[in-house]
């Protein structure tokens, strides 16, 4: 079935919430520690990803344009409403932890080069290896990301899902529209352009910056639009 990876993925994410927000007791020094190391291992792998771009020109194209379209839609205001909805039905109290943990893990989970890479595979060639290996690494830093920030995490296995299995959907049509060598320049520049929103994210947790990478969303779509726009006005 090609959601199948889909399922397991989101599974695996309120699983690991659940076991982490049973953790939660732990030292606030530990937590803190242990997210701050998981931050800088997000932003390591930002800065891998955003290494293998073969037109920077493409990733900078994208971020300026994603950039501008996200502002006008407002993406990261509407992340935060469905964060902040969700923590009025569950919260018990007003600290907003549940929104921020709803909206970060969204991000990480989602902007990654597994969570499109593995819907493509999982569409193409119903190949859920990379989505199975994702959810274990997923449900993995849920644990920690629920343990430091609250029940919050588990709600982002919704968004998850949608993005992922939309994607796995859509691909089942793509190798018909798509030739290969170009579909690989494609997930090349979606991978850097993502990488660098991935990056974003760890310097955020870090509490170096607050960037609203929500609102650079759209510029991992943009770049795969760039892809064959400029390779069709190469061909003239």
């Not at 018990?92 to 499109?116: D, P």
């Not at 018909?176 to 929103?197: D, K, W």
Request: hydrophobic content about 55%; overall charge neutral.
């Amino acid at each position: 079935m090609v959601l199948t990876g889909t399922i397991v993925n989101a599974a695996a994410i309120i699983g690991g919430g659940l076991i982490g927000f049973k953790l939660k007791g732990i030292r606030e020094e530990i937590g803190k520690t242990v997210l701050q190391g998981l931050a800088l291992a997000v932003s390591l792998l930002g800065i891998t990803m955003g290494m293998k771009s073969d037109q920077f020109l493409i990733m900078i194209f994208s971020l300026v344009l994603g950039g501008i379209l996200g502002e006008l839609i407002n993406i990261e205001g509407a992340l935060n409403r469905a964060g902040k909805t969700i923590e009025a039905k569950f919260a018990k109290n007003g600290e907003g932890k549940i929104a921020v943990a709803f909206v970060t893990a969204t991000l990480v989970y989602c902007v990654g080069s597994m969570a499109i890479l593995g819907s493509l595979e999982s569409g193409l060639h119903n190949n859920h290896t990379i989505l199975f290996t994702k959810a274990m690494l997923d449900g993995f830093s849920a644990i920690v990301f629920a343990s430091t920030l609250g029940i919050g995490v588990i709600f982002s296995a919704i968004p998850v899902f949608i993005y992922q299995g939309a994607i796995a959907l859509a691909s089942t049509y793509i190798s018909s529209v798509i030739p290969e060598e170009m579909l690989g320049q494609i997930i090349n520049e979606i991978t850097a352009t993502g990488g660098i929103l991935i990056l974003a994210i760890g310097l955020n947790i870090l509490e170096i910056t607050k960037i609203r990478i929500a609102n650079l969303l759209p510029a991992i779509f943009i770049a795969a639009l760039l892809v064959p726009i400029i390779s069709w006005i190469g061909s003239f």
